[in-house]
């Protein structure tokens, strides 16, 4: 009986509120909303690609963002791995078939929990720019829907694609890899199997491999460890500005939480006005309760004006605003 | 140009928008903040005065006040679609981190979604600007707007289309979201375009309830009044951004390019594209905000996603990297923009003769 009622009443509520939602009235954070699993294909021994589609129309995912998938109460973030000009409303992830097998327990026809997609990693350049894709092994997920995308615009930029993955048998999108390179002469993928070449990849690699890999800008997608090499690479020659690294959003980065403030704004208030929920205690400095690690972004001591912007710094929260405004400042507990 | 002057042409230009991206601030947020309340009081001003006409026609005051708000409404529209909608879905905006202000997330006024705007014009016309065959904005299927053009039996009416299309562009714009040639390439499957069609259609049948069911409905026994003021300003708003636009690409002096000629363009030379293939129109501060800074077309084309209000401090730049380059900068008033344009749709309704391109 309520369902029968509620239903219009929400519709109305959504034409009052337009071109917003309702939630953005309620201040609400749970943007999930539910999609079917329509399909599962197997890409090799190891990874599987789900097939979604969310149950009401939704706007489109930008290629390279992640999205909140949530099954019975398990969640995890997930790279998009179709392309961006689709609109058929479906959207794919590629996936482990081990450790991500809670994803798919149920058949296809149920119904997961996608959250927005999220994540600055997405290719904006409309002028040509000579770009390097970095990526190791599952993390190709995160740019495989940007090669996609390129094809389905007929329109490939000069691509220079660096793999690294375990074997052979590993080798996600292999195919349709060798696929793009025949179709476009612009894309020149290399795929590097650790079980042949254990060699690492730093930049002298890098110049074996592709001569001016200085003068790209660089997507990196990878583990932990291949990121640090890559990125010491692009700060060695100061190029940190081209560079720009898949991460995922949220608490998947192991808990951090980014923000932006203005340099006047305690970074305390500007999280709470964000709607985390910190850890907070005087507000002025001096119980310590809102002490948190420093991850990324350059912060100012609001009480001495020093300046703080090595990682791994410990920072109170109430004390400390962005040096600069609209720079991200990334903090972990 | 030589390769060399190519390369130093794209530094400088590169340098330049580096150099607004890291002066961005404050002054810019609340720049952004200001048109929108403005706009938004404009609207539901404008809608307040349009019923505010019903019972004020008792002592006789019923067209002034049904013309201002009408007129208000229509210069809602006009803001919204071309300085908010237009440049906040280019990601102009995106840098402040405002989800509410962001290219993800705004829905404009007008009848066509915003989805299918980012990808017609985000992507097919900005990254295809003036390349025949592939930027569907060169006469949008229906107008022959450039000699290079083969005449067909359709174009001798053309200067009668111009003028439907004029009244009516909202739904043009709206329609053209549909990617029928992309469909065509095979780079769009068959329930993607239907997926296109859904689009179009949920975000038409929204404009057409809110504008001429929901606001007149509210006020009753005057419906007619309020539909017809609603219909007159979204009509104002149609003809203003059709000249606007139509400035854009189409006056006397702009060039065409081929796909061949373009196949493997450096950086440099698809900035000389892009400055080729746009027209500025000169104008003040009114101006400016009622056309979205689509006067600074150049500038716009060459940085879509650097924000409006930063073009006309720039274009002196852009302008005497021109000079240094020889490259042409075409400015001129709305009149002499439009007048060619429509001089240059009529004559080539008339005559067949077809010009191959120059470059």
């Known amino acids: 009986m309520i369902c029968v009622g509620i239903r219009p009443l929400a519709d ?21 909303e539910p999609a079917e699993l329509l399909a599962i294909r197997d890409e090799n021994v190891r990874t599987r690609t789900l097939v979604l589609r969310p149950r009401r129309p939704r706007r489109r995912h930008r290629a390279g963002q992640f999205v909140r998938v949530d099954v019975a109460g398990v969640h995890g973030w997930f790279a998009i791995t179709s392309g961006e000009d689709r609109f058929d409303g479906e959207l794919e992830i590629t996936v482990n078939a081990d450790h991500d097998r809670w994803l798919y327990a149920a058949p296809p026809g149920s119904t997961v929990l996608l959250g927005i997609p999220e994540g600055d990693f997405v290719y904006t350049p409309l002028a040509p720019t000579p770009t390097l894709m970095v990526t190791g092994g599952a993390a190709i997920t995160s ?59 730093d930049h002298t690699r890098l110049g074996e491999l592709v001569g001016d890999w200085a003068s790209r800008a660089v997507w990196l997608a990878g583990p932990p460890r291949m990121q640090a090499a890559i990125a010491a690479a692009w700060a060695a020659i100061d190029r940190v500005a081209a560079l720009h690294i898949a991460r995922p959003p949220g608490e ?28 907070s205690g005087c507000r002025i400095g001096v119980c310590r309760s809102c002490v948190v690690t420093l991850r990324r972004g350059v912060v100012r001591d609001l009480r001495s004006g020093q300046l703080t912007g090595e990682p791994g710094a410990r920072i109170q929260l109430c004390v400390t605003a ?10 972990a507990p | 140009m030589t390769a060399t002057e190519h390369d130093q042409l794209a530094r400088s230009l590169d340098d330049l928008a580096a150099e607004v991206r890291r002066a961005l601030g404050d002054a810019d947020r609340r720049y952004i903040r200001r048109v929108i309340i403005t706009q938004r009081i404009l609207e539901l001003g404008g809608r307040a005065v349009i019923f505010a006409s019903l019972p004020l026609a008792a002592i006789g005051w019923f067209w002034p006040t049904i013309v201002i708000g009408t007129l208000s409404l229509a210069l809602a529209k006009i803001v919204e679609n071309m300085e908010l909608g237009h440049n906040i879905m280019h990601g102009q905006w995106d840098w402040l981190g405002d989800r509410r202000i962001h290219s993800a997330t705004w829905e404009w006024d007008t009848a066509c979604a915003s989805e299918l705007w980012k990808q017609s014009h985000n992507i097919v016309h900005h990254a295809w600007a003036n390349v025949v065959g592939r930027d569907r904005d060169l006469g949008y299927d229906i107008l022959r707007v450039n000699a290079v ?70 006020a009753g026994p005057w419906f007619a009044p309020v539909l017809l003021a609603n219909l007159a300003a979204n009509v104002i708003r149609n003809v203003w951004g059709f000249a ?11 060039e065409v390019f081929t796909p061949g000629a373009i196949a493997g363009e450096s950086r440099g030379q698809w900035y000389e594209r892009q400055i080729r ?14 056309s979205g800074h689509l006067g600074h077309q150049i500038e716009h084309h060459l940085f879509p996603d650097l924000p409006s209000r930063r073009y006309p401090e720039i274009a002196p730049r852009v302008r005497a990297l021109c000079e240094r380059y020889d490259i042409p900068y075409n400015t001129g008033s709305l009149v002499r923009q439009f007048g060619t344009t429509v001089r240059t749709i009529v004559r080539l309704a008339v005559t067949h003769r077809t010009r191959s391109c120059a470059s």
């Open chain 2, 244 to 254: 606007v636009i139509f400035c854009g690409h189409f006056p006397d002096g702009v």
């Open chain 1, 252 to 279: 998947s980065a192991g808990g951090t939480i980014v923000l932006r403030g203005d340099p006047a704004t305690p970074l305390l208030d500007t999280a709470e006005a964000a709607g985390f929920a910190v850890r």
């Open chain 1, 12 to 32: 109305i509520a959504r034409w009052i509120a337009r071109p917003f939602v309702p939630s953005h009235y309620l201040l609400s954070r749970d943007d999930r």
């Open chain 1, 143 to 201: 740019v495989i829907g940007m090669l996609r995308t390129f094809a389905t615009r007929d329109a490939m930029p000069d691509v220079a694609h660096v793999h690294v993955c375990a074997s052979r048998a590993d080798a996600l999108f292999g195919d349709e890899l060798a696929a793009l390179a025949a179709r476009f002469a612009s894309y020149r993928p290399t795929t590097i199997y650790r079980t042949d070449d254990r060699r690492p990849l």
């Open chain 2, 277 to 290: 293939g746009a027209c500025n129109i000169n104008g003040g501060r009114l101006f400016r905000i009622t």
């Open chain 2, 149 to 218: 053009q083969p005449w067909r039996f359709g174009f001798a009416f053309q200067p009668l289309y111009g003028i439907v299309l004029a009244l009516l562009f909202e739904w043009g714009v709206a329609f053209y979201g549909i990617d029928f040639d992309a469909a065509k390439r095979g780079d769009l499957s068959g329930r993607g375009l239907s997926g296109q069609f859904a689009l179009f259609r949920r975000k038409a049948l929204r404009q057409l309830v809110k504008d001429y069911v929901l606001w007149p409905a509210l």
């Open chain 1, 322 to 331: 962005p040096r600069d405004a609209e720079c991200d400042i990334e903090v």
